[in-house]
């Protein structure tokens, strides 16, 4: 999710993101899955960074208050177990902030959720990759993750496959989750540009779990030039480019089901990175179809969900220079 990527329309490398080696998370019953937060109708979402890089390296108590939605990424594949995921605070990062456990952060993520805020265990990146190809996999990785969930307290699953998608499997996890969870399941998804143009695996995987969707947050970043639902060619960086783009998922999902992708700053992703004022003018045109560029949306989508950024590190490391504005913009909304 932080790793340069050209794409184009035609020809396109999937982006990548970051990932860290975490040890296994103790076994918890599904009996006492918390309940999730309700989030806000214009909701942010940051990834909290559980390695280390030149972002700032923060516990997540240090996470601003202008985070509705955190994304603890990522969980790992166990190598011990086809399917399975492993979670826990990456030992370089414990070591960075001078000591931080898995309780501590267990701790971390009670306190903020009873401030409002939810959380998601995100699965993938750069280098992060989670073997679905079999049903047995699949039955393994919702007994680990629905054991991590419980276990920290988290609200649910984001999916950031980016090395290959078995959509029909992941369905199946996904649906299973959620049995196992109950109705307070979060579902988030982070999907490459590529991935949901029309055909795009990720668009596959949405049509059949859409009633479970909470929400899709694109990755306009590290991509290249795409096709929009208008027809046209948009270039990245520009308000079009995220405009022609998310229209496509607003054809198939509910608005709130429906979330814009910016890197927090030009080190966190390796092309893409705009100014909040061109976030703010892409979210204006698709709720009041205001402050577009050349591609106008049919109407506005007044419920919106709101904005995604890799990484609430990054945005961090430049003094909250992403979310401020962004979280003023978002509030600002009808």
């Known amino acids: 999710m932080a790793v340069a990527a050209l794409a184009s329309a035609l020809a396109v490398t999937p982006a990548v993101a970051q990932a860290a080696t975490i040890p296994d998370a103790a076994p918890a019953t599904a009996a006492t899955a918390p309940t999730a937060p309700a989030l806000p109708k214009h909701q942010l ?8 890089n030149n972002a700032k390296p923060l516990r997540v108590s240090n996470v601003p208050d202008s985070y509705d939605l955190i994304a603890l990424a990522f969980a790992n594949a166990d190598p011990a177990r086809p399917g399975a995921v492993t979670f826990g605070v990456d030992p370089q990062l414990a070591t960075a902030l001078g ?17 409002g805020k939810a959380f998601v265990l995100s699965v993938g990146g750069e280098r992060g990759n989670v073997d679905l190809s079999s049903p047995a996999n699949a039955s393994n990785f919702v007994d680990s993750v629905g054991k991590i969930l419980t276990d920290y307290g988290i609200d649910g699953l984001d999916i950031d496959l980016e090395h290959g998608l078995n959509v029909p499997n992941t369905a199946s996890a996904i649906r299973q989750l959620r049995e196992r969870t109950g109705p307070d399941f979060h579902l988030t998804m982070a999907p ?20 479970l969707v ?22 990245q960086g520009s308000v079009d480019f995220i405009t022609a783009q998310a229209c496509i998922l607003l054809e198939t999902l509910r608005p709130d089901q429906v ?16 100014d909040p004022s061109v976030i703010g003018n892409a979210l204006d045109c698709l709720t009041a179809v205001t402050d577009c560029g050349s591609f106008r949306p049919a109407q506005g989508h007044p419920g919106l969900s709101g904005v995604m950024t890799w990484s609430i590190n990054w945005d961090a490391t430049s003094g909250g220079a992403f979310s401020n504005p962004v979280r003023a913009h978002l509030d600002s909304l009808p």
């Open 45 to 52: 979402t940051g990834y909290w960074q559980n390695f280390v």
């Open 99 to 115: 000591g931080y456990t898995d309780a501590d952060l267990k701790a971390d993520i009670a306190a903020k959720k009873a401030a």
């Open 192 to 211: 490459q540009t590529l991935d949901v143009q029309p055909g795009g695996s990720y668009l596959q995987l949405i049509e059949q779990v859409k009633d």
């Open 214 to 235: 909470t929400v899709v947050h694109t990755q306009y970043y590290n991509s290249g030039s795409m096709n929009g639902c208008d027809g046209g060619v948009h270039s």
């Open 259 to 274: 979330s814009l992708g910016l890197p927090a700053s030009p080190s966190a992703a390796g092309s893409g990175y705009v």
